[in-house]
Every structure is written in structure tokens, then in C-alpha cells.
Nanobody
Framework: QVQLVESGGGLVQAGGSLTLSCTAS????????MGWYRQSPGSQRDLVAT???????NYADSVKGRFTISRDNRKKTINLQMNNVDSGDTAAYYC??????????????WGRGTQVTVSS
């Protein structure tokens, strides 16, 4: 079982920056991919960015060029650097861990989420 704890959410002005962090604990032997999803009220949970153990990244089109995901395997931590945020980035952000990039969402471990609110 993997436990994920997010930190770094909060209120940020449009055009500003924010960094989210997620620290994992527990049995990480089978975990190869980690990342971030986000969910707004009334919407489904959507992928933001993922990163594999070897450093391969994947981003949603809406955040490409603005967000950067990074990973420290030794510290079992991932970060999401969010730059030039806008109102569309307002959501609860959830840390995600799974065995493979192709593994089903139903098999993933999730954090409890951290709220990001962008003010105009």
C-alpha cells in the first residue's frame, strides 16, 4: 500500500506561480509512474502531468509550457511547478501513483488532494 501526501496548494494570483509537492511512503517497489490529476466541482478528474521512474514526462495540452513536473526517486517525492496560472487552473490537485503509465486508474493510489485557487 502506498500513501501519498500533497502540500503546497493555496491562493495565487493569475499570472503567478505555485509549486505543489507530493511525498510517498509505504511499499514503492511496484510504483513506476507518479503524477498529478485535478478536479473542479462538477467535473471529472483530469490528468495534469505524469512522470516515470526514468524521467519520461507527459502533460495535458492545457498546461504544456506552463507546468513542469519533476521527481526525486531517492526522496520519493514529486513536484509540480506551476507558472503563469489562470482561472482554468483552479481545482483540487491530487497526487497519483501507479505501477505503469498504462495501468488502469482503478489500480492507482491517490493522495487526499490540495486546493489551488487562482484569483483574477
Amino acid at each position: 500500500q502506498v500513501q501519498l501526501v500533497e502540500s503546497g496548494g493555496g491562493l495565487v494570483q493569475a499570472g503567478g506561480s505555485l509549486t505543489l509537492s507530493c511525498t510517498a511512503s509505504g511499499n514503492m517497489v511496484d510504483i513506476y509512474v507518479m503524477g498529478w490529476y485535478r478536479q473542479s466541482p462538477g467535473s471529472q478528474r483530469d490528468l495534469v502531468a505524469t512522470i516515470t521512474g526514468s524521467g519520461t514526462t507527459n502533460y495535458a495540452d492545457s498546461v504544456k509550457g506552463r507546468f513542469t513536473i519533476s521527481r526525486d526517486n531517492r526522496k520519493k517525492t514529486i513536484n509540480l511547478q506551476m507558472n503563469n496560472v489562470d482561472s482554468g487552473d483552479t481545482a483540487a490537485y491530487y497526487c497519483y501513483a501507479n505501477r505503469l503509465p498504462t495501468s488502469p486508474i482503478s489500480a492507482a493510489s491517490w493522495g487526499r488532494g490540495t486546493q489551488v485557487t487562482v484569483s483574477s
